[in-house]
């Protein structure tokens, strides 16, 4: 232990030092109190002393557990004064040009078509489409189409909701039934019963 201790650094010497007599003093008291226990165990169990070979072999494996067993304590977790956490990072860790993404390589967040009149808890969209089946009306233009009976049960739902309805707009594609049809024609009955706000939304392009 001594070699070992002239080639550490001055001041990890001492912790050496302290440590590996610790490791001798735990295999000191391992060999005796092994010895111990074995006398007592033979004086219990045969009333005769233990066999001095056997006491001998007791007492060194005795010191050998208990020294291995304190310098993996000690020893174990590094050596003195640790390593550090490392939670510092390099130097200018993160800095300079290439530490986030420029703007030209950000990918453009997708647009929202902007179609007519934004939709609200305040207001309902019914996009009126060519039907031969009665089902002219997409609610809030998602789902598949609806009836004007349906059409009317949202309204009186939506209107008794805590924030009630007040609009309607009615979305009109260029594919959509004329304006002057029934199918629109009482939509505008059913808001204008309803004490709500006809609204025509006219964009352009084909029903999506």
């Known amino acids: 232990m001594i070699a ?18 610790a490791v001798i003093g735990a295999a000191a008291l391992g060999g005796f109190g092994a010895g111990l ?10 009333t005769r002393q233990a ?6 072999l007791i007492r060194i494996l005795g010191a050998i557990a208990c020294g291995l067993l304190v310098a993996f304590a000690l020893f174990h ?6 390593g550090g956490s490392g939670t510092g990072g390099g130097k200018d860790a993160g800095k300079g040009p290439y530490a986030t993404s420029s703007g030209k390589d950000a990918l453009p ?4 078509p902007k179609i007519g009149t934004p939709a609200s808890p305040r207001s309902m969209r019914v996009v009126v489409v060519p039907s031969t ?9 998602q789902g598949a ?3 004007f009976d349906q059409v009317k049960e949202v309204v009186a739902f939506r209107r008794a909701l805590a924030t009630p309805l007040e609009k309607l707009i009615i979305v009109l594609y260029e594919n959509s039934p004329d304006q002057a049809t029934l ?4 939509l505008k009955t059913l808001a204008q019963d309803n004490g709500l706000t006809p609204e025509i939304s006219e964009p352009k392009g084909k029903i999506p």
Request: proline share 7%; glycine share 14%.
């Open 145 to 147: 189409a609806q009836t």
């Open 37 to 46: 226990v074995v006398q007592i165990s033979a004086r219990l169990t045969t």
């Open 51 to 56: 066999p001095r070979p056997v006491l001998r």
């Open 133 to 141: 089946d009665g089902h002219y009306y997409r609610i809030d233009e």
């Open 183 to 186: 199918v629109v024609q009482q």
């Open 109 to 112: 967040a997708k647009e929202q």
């Open 77 to 82: 977790a590094g050596g003195p004064g640790g």
């Open 4 to 21: 070992v201790a002239l080639f550490l650094p001055s001041g990890d010497l001492g912790d050496w030092l302290l440590r590996g007599l």
